[in-house]
């Protein structure tokens, strides 16, 4: 089995309900972010009787934190083993007590997933809440979304309810590292457009 996420983008409106969740359950850091919302959009202005008007604007949010990907970078560039990807339910976590904090991991990962906690000297990612399930939970930002646009579980039944699409703008191409992800895209998807949030890491 392989655990992955399933992520609304066509519901979700930027709340930041599933950032905080993480951030409280994992106790981070201010500004390390292990669940992060990016606001993309784009559009342009155009002139009509002398005033300028909006055309064509659009705005949509995707969450992301780590996809537990089939080939995850993360695993196969950590120098000393610290990132690990279980073979019973395919999550990728990292073992601190191995961990150096070198960040290779952060500079490898095409999502920006893995982060450096400097006040422990570690790298940090989403574990899926490894405790929760193992207690028979579901992941804090799952929980705490407000629009239920979170889902998590078998990535092969969430692709069979949902579709198979992970790839969106702006997040990088998915052939490199195959995520467990899926996603219901904006009706917006695929028109260019820039990141908006400037707290947001994509590597």
């Known amino acids: 089995m392989q655990y992955g996420f399933y992520f609304d983008a066509d519901r979700c409106g930027s709340c930041k ?13 201010l500004g ?13 202005w155009t002139e009509k009787d002398g005033i300028m008007q909006p055309d064509g604007v659009f705005v949509y949010a995707v969450s ?9 970078a993360c695993v196969a560039n950590c120098p000393t083993g610290a990132m690990t ?11 601190e007590s191995v961990c150096i904090g070198c960040g290779t991991c952060a500079q490898s990962c095409p999502y920006g997933a893995p982060r450096l906690d400097t006040e422990r000297g570690v790298s ?24 239920r646009c979170l889902d998590f579980g078998d990535i092969d039944e969430l692709r069979a309810q949902y579709g198979d699409t992970c790839d969106i703008a702006p ?4 052939s490199a590292t195959n995520p467990s992800l899926v996603i219901n895209p904006s009706p917006h998807a695929g028109k260019e457009g820039v990141i908006i ?7």
């Open 17 to 29: 309900a599933c950032v905080m969740a993480c951030r409280d359950k994992n106790d981070t850091l």
């Open 32 to 44: 390390l972010k292990l669940r992060n919302v990016i606001d993309y959009g784009g559009g342009t």
């Open 64 to 72: 992301l934190s780590c996809n537990h990907c089939a080939n995850p």
């Open 85 to 95: 990807k279980r073979e019973e339910d395919g999550i990728v976590y990292v073992d």
């Open 124 to 147: 940090r990612k989403c574990n899926l809440c490894m405790d929760y399930l193992e207690e028979g939970g579901r992941p804090a930002c799952v929980d705490a979304c407000l629009m």
């Open 171 to 174: 997040l990088p191409e998915s």
């Open 197 to 203: 949030n400037l707290d947001c890491e994509l590597a």
